[in-house]
Nanobody
Framework: QVQLVESGGGLVQAGGSLRLSCAASGRTFSTYNMGWFRQAPGKAREFVAGISWGGDSTYYTDSVKGRFTISRDNAKATMYLQMNSLKSEDSAVYYC?????????????????WGQGTQVTVSS
């Protein structure tokens, strides 16, 4: 079992940057594939980025490719999301999630553990 806590959200102007962190409890962080999802008001929670347990494979939704970078530090049991060139449409609550090994999933059902979320607001 793993517990996840996100941080790093906030208010930023369009074109700016933020770095989200997801700190995991327990010593099993390195056994999980990890993902970032986001949910805007009135919309479904959507996949943003995913990373394999070893960090060698990463996946992004098309709208963030070239702007966001997912990474992880297994020694620190922490995952990151570097967000650059932010747009107003990136505004949402961002959640980190942990899923089992195997293929990195882009659907919510592939993740069994979730953080509480951190708000990102991009002003235009």
């Amino acid at each position: 079992q793993v517990q996840l806590v996100e941080s790093g959200g906030g208010l930023v102007q369009a074109g700016g940057s933020l770095r989200l962190s997801c700190a995991a409890s327990g010593r099993t962080f390195s056994t999980y594939n990890m993902g970032w999802f986001r949910q805007a008001p009135g919309k479904a929670r959507e996949f943003v980025a995913g990373i394999s347990w070893g960090g060698d494979s990463t996946y992004y939704t098309d709208s963030v490719k070239g702007r966001f970078t997912i990474s992880r530090d297994n020694a620190k049991a922490t995952m990151y999301l570097q967000m650059n060139s932010l747009k107003s449409e990136d505004s949402a609550v961002y959640y980190c999630a942990a899923g089992s090994r195997g293929s990195v999933r882009v659907d919510r059902s592939g993740y069994g553990y979730w953080g509480q979320g951190t708000q990102v607001t991009v002003s235009s």
